[in-house]
């Protein structure tokens, strides 16, 4: 899969040079302004060439090195108010290309940090700092150079990529049960199965969901916007159906004293039922 950052050129932009500035780390905000935003990016030697239409946030762009890819970002203020500026900042990167939803769900799975989506076969990363009662400029900087230096890798990862190699360990649509929609919340447009929540152990409601929210887990999914946490696998085991759930990585009261990796994905039915009924807990 080849993968392509927004062209710094089709955008008007020209590379250019600033001096880096630490000079602010200390201090302390709790809004942020069309003024800090910028000085954010420019303090990281990155360049600016414009503001962003109808929002307040900018477009910026920075290469490494000659021989290597430019990589166009934007930063976004959220929660703005008309006086005080804005109360949480997003940061986010487009790839363009025949992403999958699966990709998508792959990176979520492997960097917690960032927020992938594919739309139309582009990818989008994300990532949203809220400023709660302050946040250091120090910290804020961090957080754009740790969203910036995932893309990186996963742009790393895709240019090195044959197109014809397949990522088997990956979970795909066809290997999701997704169940029925027999849930309390069914098609309300929100997934409710715990599958899909990384702290699904929680809510109890969400455990009573798992494969009960078919179409609106498979329609979320789809779109690339859920990441699936837990997967039970099949019920193939040898002592899969026997009411105690012999998957080891589980634990509480509802598993079994069996200690080998011998029923891993392997006893799905028991395993269901005593996690909704929450006598197991993940890992």
Known sequence: MKLYTISALALGLAFGAHAEDTSRDNHLVTSLTQSDIRFVSES?????????????????????DEASSELVYAMQGKACQDETGCLGLEIFIIFEGAFTPEQANDINRRW???KATETDGSLYLTRYLI?????????????????LAIAEQIQAEQSTTSEDTAATDSVTLADIDFGEDAGDYANDGACDDARFESDGDDWSYQRNHVLRDATDCRTLYEAGELTLYLDFG???????????????????EGRSILQTDSHVKRDAVDCIVAYRAGTINRP
């Open 131 to 147: 400023l709660d009662d302050g946040q250091t400029v120090g910290n804020i900087r961090t957080n754009v150079l740790n969203a």
């Open 44 to 64: 990281l030697d990155h360049t600016v060439r414009r503001d962003l239409e109808d929002s307040i946030g900018v477009l910026a762009h920075y290469q490494e």
């Open 234 to 252: 099949d019920n193939s085991g040898e002592y899969a159906n026997d009411n105690t759930c012999d998957d080891n990585r589980f634990t509480g």
């Open 112 to 114: 917690s940090a960032i």
